[in-house]
């Protein structure tokens, strides 16, 4: 077993819950967020992970967004607007177009009603984001504009960022892209009042950062020349991962690639600023494909398939020394499930980054499956599944019933029903994290789980209820996380100071 390094950052037997905020009944950073806390404070879990809080696509997928700086205004509780003062009433229809109305109201009420200090703390965001915010207020007003079509469908003056086409549109589009700048004000102010609670209450939030980007989003508009993209905005080539045991034709994602030696030569600014607004949201960050950072599999932008890829290599280590010049620390958790190559494992053991495992992929083939508890190294954030998974329950129901048997048996012939032996299993290895789904938690099978990975629809709208919470989980949960010393009792202030 490899020695933890000094640095690392799992320094501390944790557990938690990965549940996305738009799973809470109401969807958003409201009453049920502040309930929720309380649940995990209650249960001993000390880690929340939610996926990517950018504003979505029409696919509702937070791993597809229209900025990797923004927070979804879809997110934004109406209550707490009102309780400000700046929105008479929270309507009752939580339609977009609803939404879209109270919060233009609300952007009015802050500015007409608001207090000093809130104006000034609007102002000063406005300010210190303009990097970001600028480029994707004025994105975002384009697109609606247009009717929602990408950018590079727009007229050409607008596509290619002519400065006087861009400065009439910003004298036309004005007053929209001052509700737009305030719905991301009151989203992170939000957020930052939840992360206050969090830290309260002892618990760390885990965010989730995907390697790519969306092609029809604020920064490829706002950034082509560092994506390899042609003279009209296209991607030359696409990112994806080859034909393998699983896929004869690979997965062709679409993603444009970036152009690395551009960003090397500019000292990786981009990346810089991206990861500096995660961990300004967050105290540990999940990096998505983190094979990505080592090779990419490059497509030909024509093709259909992932057949004719090639592998291009990542200037990563200097992207990550980049990073430890910049922030001092890496407090990244790597996601290098699936086939991962020697180089990759070296990457990212180079920096000391947890990997991750995930069990309900520790059954298939032998005694030696990396997955498996016995060959798990403390270096890592243990999963029962996670947001690509089925439930623990829908899984096992799904299982051939010699599968079930061996999973029964390994797990000591479980007497407690699914999904409670893989969540001890979890809660009990050596990984210093162990991190459960909330529909593990409340014992939830098919039928709710969150992405089913390949399909275009029926993802990414699972909500959970109140009434699905028996009222002694807390305490039964509690047991377990002590039992297996996973309650930490030094205070976590001062982790991502």
Known sequence: MTALPKTAILDTRRAGVLLHPTSFPAGDFGADAERFLDFMQAAGLSVWQTLPLG??????????????????????????????????QAPANAAPAARRHALTE?????????????????????????????NYSLYLALREESGERPWWEWPPPLRDRDPEA???AGRRLAERLAVIRFEQFAAVTQWQALR?????????????????VAHDSAEV???????????????????????????????????????????????FRWWLDRLATELARFDLVRVDHFRGFEACWEIPAGDETAVNGRWVKVPGEALFDAFLARFGKLPLVAEDLG??????????????????????FAFEGGADNPYLPHNLEANRVVYTGTHDNDTTLGWFAGLPAELQRRVTEYLGGASEPMPWPLVRAALMSVGRWAILPMQDLLGLGRGHRTNMPGTGSGNWAWK??????????????????????????????????
Request: aromatic share 10%.
């Open 166 to 168: 861009l400065a009439e």
């Open 196 to 212: 206050a609670q969090a830290r309260a209450r002892g618990i760390l939030l885990l965010g989730d950062m995907p390697i790519f």
């Open 339 to 360: 086939l991962i190559t020697p180089e990759v494992h070296r990457l990212r053991d180079r920096y000391g980054l947890p990997g991750m495992a995930v069990l309900q």
């Open 221 to 267: 508009w706002a950034s082509r020349e560092r994506f390899k993209l042609d003279d009209v905005g296209q991607p030359r080539v696409v990112a994806g991962v080859p034909p393998d045991y699983f896929s004869a034709q690979g997965q062709r994602w679409g993603n444009p690639l970036y152009d690395w030696e551009f960003m090397r030569v500019h000292g």
């Open 106 to 134: 609300a952007a009015r009420g802050l500015r007409e009603r608001g207090a000093p200090d809130d104006r000034a703390a609007f102002e000063r965001f406005s300010e210190e984001q303009r990097a970001w915010l600028q």
């Open 55 to 88: 504003p979505t696509h029409a696919d509702r997928s937070p791993y597809h967004c229209l900025s990797v700086h923004a927070v979804d205004p879809a997110l934004i509780s109406l209550d707490r607007l009102r309780a400000k003062g700046w929105l008479p």
């Open 464 to 497: 959970f209820a109140w009434s699905q919470v028996p009222d002694d989980l807390p305490a039964r949960v509690r047991a377990l996380v002590e039992l297996y010393g996973r309650l930490p009792k030094e205070n976590v202030s001062g982790i991502s100071e």
